[in-house]
């Protein structure tokens, strides 16, 4: 289901998030919303059916997601990502990361850079980890690179131009 993020069922998805949390969380993404300068600001993506752990899960699934894409040239992909999901133990995570195209000799489709991945648990709480998740991901809108900027962060060959 898509969204704004008012539109987002905070305590379906999370069921154990305290009232005075999801205020907190909804602060986090106004924030967001004003650091994306006017984009579109209904593109919140999230899952009830990943709402509860299953742990015969494949993969991270994703339980709410934010994806913004980047000014990337012609043939080229740049992509934000802020993700809620569940880690292999059942535990939540929030993960923020830079998703571009590869150009690699052998061909890897997208490469996930700059990763910031916040295990919740007695150190960091569901809506601090996305308060630091959302500051991470409009601090990457508010200063914008291109994909090969990306890239060459992470040890990646650039973008070919033929
Ligand atoms: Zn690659």
């Known amino acids: 289901m898509r969204g704004s993020f008012d539109d987002i069922p905070v305590t379906t998805l999370f069921p154990l998030l305290p009232d005075a949390d999801v205020d907190a969380w909804r602060q986090a993404a106004r924030t967001l919303d004003a650091a994306r300068c006017g984009a579109d600001a209904a593109d919140w993506e999230w899952f009830p059916e990943h709402a509860a752990f299953s742990p015969a899960q494949e993969g991270t ?71 630091v998740g959302a500051r991470r991901l409009a601090s990457r809108l508010a200063d914008p690179h291109d994909a090969d900027h990306w890239r060459a962060t992470a040890g990646l060959p650039p973008r070919r131009t033929s």
Do not use: K, M, Y
């Not at 571009?100 to 490469?111: F, G, L, Q, S, Y």
């Not at 007695?122 to 980890?129: D, H, M, T, W």
């Open 61 to 131: 699934p994703v339980i709410l997601g934010l994806n913004v894409i980047g000014n990337a040239r012609q043939g080229d992909h740049l992509e934000f990502l802020l993700q809620v999901v569940w880690t292999d133990l059942g535990q939540l995570a929030v993960e923020v990361t830079v998703n571009v195209a590869c150009w690699c000799e052998t061909d890897h489709a997208t490469h996930d850079v700059d990763a910031l991945r916040l295990v919740v648990g007695e150190e960091i709480s569901l809506p601090e980890a996305f308060r």
